[in-house]
């Protein structure tokens, strides 16, 4: 059975798009990127994607057909799955649309619990802290055009430590959940192909 062909949409680092890369490269994933797309023009994700070899492209979020611009891509690249992989802008109602059921997306935290506006980044985890939470997690779902609404497809929690600062907990999510559970949600979803 073929892997999907992946879009992967960073706005940062790119440190899960990274596990995707590794996932892939490995044999761990079946499915290719076929793109790497940012919205922010020095996104460290698009260094990653160009050192891998792969369709690196800024779109910028300024012009007023933006959205457009970003479905094009994702067609014209013929992409199975939409990635949202750090990707920190709302997603339009016509690309979730045609990509129903087919993009995902990744959010630190245990949803529904610390999902929705404003909850991004070093945010959840400050809330989560400030809630005085004793657990914590990763979600990856399904994108709708609810934000972070969407059916949970896979969701890891880890214990919140009482001398855990909003960094710490970000960084330990990141690496002991967040980085595995993209890539099992992708391996779980070609199973599906």
């Known amino acids: 059975m073929r892997g999907l062909r992946l879009g992967v949409l960073v706005s940062g680092s ?97 949803l529904p619990k610390y999902g929705g506006k404003g909850y991004y980044g070093i945010h959840v985890h400050a809330a989560v802290i400030a809630a005085g939470e004793k657990e914590s997690g990763a979600t990856v779902h399904h994108v709708d055009i609810g934000i972070d609404t969407g059916d949970t497809i896979l969701q890891k929690k880890l214990e919140v430590y009482t001398d855990d600062t909003p960094e710490s907990l970000q960084k330990r999510i990141l690496e002991e959940i967040e980085h595995k559970i993209l890539v099992e949600a992708i391996a779980h979803l070609e199973g599906r192909a």
């Open 14 to 110: 790119g440190s899960n798009l990274q596990s995707i890369i590794d996932a892939v490269e490995s044999g761990k994933l079946k499915s290719e990127i076929v793109c790497v797309i940012s919205n922010k023009e020095q996104a460290y994700g698009l260094e990653r994607a160009r050192k891998h070899n792969l369709p690196a492209l800024f779109i910028n979020p300024k012009e007023e057909n933006y959205d457009a611009k970003l479905l094009n891509t994702l067609k014209a690249y013929e992409v199975d799955l939409v990635v949202l992989a750090g990707y920190l802008k709302i997603i339009d109602k016509e690309l979730v649309e045609t990509f129903k059921g087919r993009i995902i997306n990744i959010h630190p935290s245990l």
